[in-house]
């Protein structure tokens, strides 16, 4: 089963044109005095991007999270070039991607955290962002904490220290296409003589009795999946 994973997740990635999963990047750009580059992965945490060109930190004015654009006005072309230096290249560290179908618990008490784990608080009007634990510990029996409404602020429950992120779960969506597809290779490996159709979550496929289900995506899927496909 878990190679069976391993592959729908690669096969959404090759579709989508990007890694899908949260991860710290660094990326190289040429750049010369565009205000605008996209980033290969997203959606981007925006309080966590650093760009630098010819030694020199560069501050984008504004950034799309959702489709991985920084902006800048001035340009990203940094400081003055050495005569016989090439076209600059703009060094961009980020994070991006989207975090793993149930990698977020609900604040409560009495649970264990480890570092790297994630919260939410038990409202969305409590705080905007997910809470990423970075030193480890417990919630304890106290009441639940005051989160932060700042991204990269820290607050503490219990013994664990907790830090604000704008980090992003997997939509609904894109999980329901990856258990339809995840469904229809593993009944392609388990199929019995004379089926002929299969249905899951709103999605329905069908084929020819025998016929063995395709190396890619089915169509159907891959239509689920334009609205998060990679466009820039």
């Known amino acids: 089963m878990a190679a069976l994973l391993e592959r729908v997740r690669g ?13 710290r990047y660094l990326e190289t750009l040429p750049v010369r005095s565009r205000y605008r580059v996209a980033l290969s992965a997203f959606p981007v945490d925006a309080y966590q991007v650093t760009a630098e060109a010819y030694g020199e930190t560069l501050e984008p004015d504004a950034i799309d999270p959702a489709a991985g654009i920084l902006y800048r006005s ?6 003055a070039a050495e005569p016989q230096e090439a076209a600059p290249e703009l060094e961009v560290t980020y994070t991006a991607g989207w975090l793993p179908p149930d990698a977020v618990q609900t604040w409560a008490t009495g ?9 939410r608080p038990t409202s969305p009007a409590l705080s905007p962002w997910l809470f990423e634990v970075t030193t480890a510990g417990a919630t304890g029996d106290g009441a639940e904490p005051t ?17 604000a992120r704008d980090a ?31 249905s899951a979550d709103g999605f329905s496929a069908s084929w020819a009795a025998g016929a063995a289900v ?8 891959r239509r689920a ?3 998060w496909r990679h466009v820039g």
């Open 214 to 221: 395709a190396a890619g995506l089915p169509e159907e899927a």
């Open 111 to 119: 649970l264990t955290l480890a570092a790297g784990a994630w919260l």
């Open 147 to 163: 989160w932060p409404t700042t991204a990269g602020e820290t607050v503490t429950a219990g013994t664990a220290v907790l830090t």
């Open 168 to 198: 992003v779960e997997v939509p609904r969506g894109v999980e329901a296409v990856a258990v339809y597809v995840t469904g229809l290779l593993y009944a392609a490996t388990k199929r019995e003589a004379g089926l002929t159709s299969l």
């Open 74 to 79: 001035a340009g990203w072309s940094g400081g």
């Open 11 to 23: 096969l959404f990635e090759g579709e989508l044109g990007r890694p899908l999963l949260r991860q």
């Open 225 to 227: 999946l334009d609205p």
